[in-house]
């Protein structure tokens, strides 16, 4: 493929359009932070306000983690991304991500979990996350533990998203048994990869039920046939 095409399919991607109805939990366009942890500061807070249509709860709550390695491992939220990554190829860390609104929370390097995140989200199927790109380093996919509190009950869950560009990570609610997506309280993210591991994130937000969260998954097989219809179209409105 030419570099233009590529260029140009990265952004189709990403400017795909959420489904009505579906529920920001961050797009990164407010909140901004870069921070830094390693040997002598090994856990590394931001708690950061905005709007609650940029982010859920109008409270983030992050943690960056340093686990072993010589360098710095970094996060930053800036120009709608979130960005985790190592400074070598020996270094890794972890990042947390929690909504669970003004709950309190100080940046002592401990995070606090809050309740008042206030969500219904029972007319969802689940979570996507944007990723504009993964390289998970050494083991070449990332772990995401993923933990929803709600009034009845809480539940965590593990995914894996493996390398790649503009790709979606659906997490299903139907993993989540015995939470009451009624009232859920509190949602967060713990991203942990090997050494050299790097990502950033567009945008995290709920999949409306019946939106076809979790089918559309940009990977090259199903991007391939959305760009050559572009295409046609295009030629097409061309020949005209
Ligand atoms: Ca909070
Ligand atoms: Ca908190």
Do not use: C
Request: proline fraction near 3%; charge should be negative.
């Amino acid at each position: 493929m030419l570099p233009k095409n590529r260029a140009f399919l990265a952004g189709l991607i990403a400017a795909t359009a959420l489904p009505a109805g579906a529920v920001t939990i961050d797009n990164f366009t407010e909140g901004t932070y870069a921070l830094t942890a390693n040997s002598i500061m090994p856990a590394v807070e931001a708690v950061r306000t905005g709007s609650t249509s940029a982010i859920a709860g109008g409270q983030r709550d992050a943690l960056l983690r340093w686990f072993s390695g010589p360098l710095n491992v970094s996060a930053i939220v800036t120009g709608g991304a979130a960005q985790f990554f190592n400074s070598d190829s020996q270094t890794a860390g972890g990042l947390v991500l929690q909504y669970d609104g003004f709950d309190g929370e100080v940046e002592d390097g401990v995070l606090n979990n809050g309740s008042n995140l206030g969500l219904n989200l029972a007319g969802d199927d689940g979570i996507e996350l944007r990723f504009r790109f993964l390289e998970a380093g050494l083991a070449g996919g990332m772990s995401i533990l993923t933990t929803i509190q709600s009034a009845q009950g809480t539940a965590s869950h593990t995914s894996f998203a493996a390398n790649g560009t503009n790709f979606n990570h659906f997490i299903a609610f139907s993993n989540f048994a015995g939470v009451d997506f009624t009232t859920v309280q509190r949602i967060q993210f713990e991203f942990t990869g090997t050494q050299a591991t790097d990502f950033t994130l567009t945008g995290i937000f709920t999949m409306p039920s019946g939106s076809g969260g979790g089918d559309v998954i940009p990977g090259p097989a199903a991007v391939l046939p959305f760009a050559a219809g572009v295409f046609a179209a295009l030629r097409k409105r061309r020949q005209r």
